[in-house]
């Protein structure tokens, strides 16, 4: 009997001291490599359409995006609006834009840029295609139209 | 005497504090993963170009009108059955394949449609045109073209099935995780010259 309440009393505690540390140093990695999001969306966040026909995209870096949705605030004036980097734009300066991402990347590069547009699904296909029809003057052929990965249609 | 004065601090939840904080930004940050539905425009054509005469019958009209109604080849159509009437037109092998390099492709020997002489002569030449109207909503017009690439994807997959005994996703699947193998290459070739997807957008109408 002695002997046994001797081993109860000698058990030590397991030393968990460590545990935090590793925990704040998954925590510290977390948040340096994710990104909360890339530009600050100066329009209605855009509810994307959604699709069962979808390619993944890839090659971050050689990806320009477009968004388009409704004003955030009634002084920016209604329908549809495009946004470019950080600020709203109209589709005229798309050209611009696409130039400027040009010169971002290597020249061996430039075939395999594409260009996402972030649609909101309310948006009209009219201004999609004024989009289009500047992307083809600058030859930005690759597009890609963003949507959710969704499930079959209802209809 | 001192030992019993300075207990040790108990920093036992301080593991589950750090727990909650790392929970809370794998939950809130994204690391989103961007997928869409990818499409190549056509080249701005030269000034003086002639567009190529294409036969009515390989023309696979598909028009959305501003109150997102579609018309399919005259007749109104709800969207679930464009994925059929798609395929049934795509698939139709009525006739003489395109002539490429004076090399003739023939009649489709894979397709299983009617022959119908009224509709498409061979996958490689039926054009689907899409036509939209300035205020028709993204969705549906994103919405037609996802049925429209179903349409061409269920029509892959099967005849990648009959050749090759794998569906075409497979197949494309293992030929982007190995790149350098020829022989995939040319078997999703085949597939993709087989039944080559043919969409046009054209200008939409402003009313």
């Known amino acids: ?155 | 005497m001192a030992r019993r004065e300075n207990p040790e601090i108990n920093a036992g939840s301080m593991a589950d504090i750090a727990f909650l904080l790392l929970i809370f930004f794998l939950v809130t940050t994204t690391m989103d993963v961007d997928s869409g539905i990818s499409k190549k425009l056509s080249e701005k054509p030269p000034k003086d170009f002639v567009p190529p005469i294409i036969k009515e019958r390989n023309i696979f009209e598909v028009n959305i009108n501003g109150n997102n109604e579609l018309l399919v080849e005259n007749e109104a159509m709800k969207l679930k059955d464009l994925k059929a009437a798609a395929i049934k037109f795509i698939d139709n092998g009525g006739g003489e394949g395109k002539v490429e390099d004076g090399v003739s492709t023939g009649p489709c020997t894979y397709c299983k449609g009617e022959k119908d002489p009224s509709s498409s002569d061979h996958p490689n030449k039926a054009v689907i045109s899409v036509n939209t109207n300035r205020v028709t909503e993204y969705e549906t017009y994103v919405l037609v073209q996802n049925e429209l690439l179903k349409a061409y994807s269920e029509l892959r997959d099967r005849l990648s099935n009959e050749r090759y005994g794998i569906s075409f996703k497979a197949l494309e699947a293992a030929y982007l995780d190995d790149k350098k193998n020829e022989d995939l290459k040319k078997k999703v070739e085949d597939i993709r010259t087989s039944y080559p997807q043919i969409i046009s957008d054209t200008e939409p109408k402003s009313n």
Do not use: C, W
């Open chain 1, 1 to 155: 009997m002695s002997k046994f309440g001797k081993k109860k009393k000698g058990l030590p505690a397991v030393n968990t001291a460590a545990l935090p540390d590793i925990v704040f140093m998954l925590l510290f990695f977390f948040m340096v490599t994710t990104t909360m999001r890339e530009t600050e969306l100066k329009i209605q966040t855009p509810k994307l359409p959604s699709a069962t026909e979808v390619k993944k995209l890839e090659h971050k870096s050689l990806v320009s995006t477009i968004y388009v949705g409704k004003a955030k605030t009634e002084k920016q004036g209604k329908g549809d609006k495009i946004q470019l980097n950080d600020k709203i734009a109209t589709a005229e300066d798309v050209p611009a834009f696409i130039l400027n991402e040009r010169t971002l990347v290597s020249e061996a590069e430039i075939p395999f840029m594409t260009v996402s547009i972030k649609a909101d699904k309310k948006s009209s296909v009219g201004t999609i295609s004024d989009i289009k029809l500047k992307l083809r003057d600058v030859n930005a052929l690759k597009l890609s139209l963003s949507t959710q990965k969704g499930s079959e249609i209802k209809q």
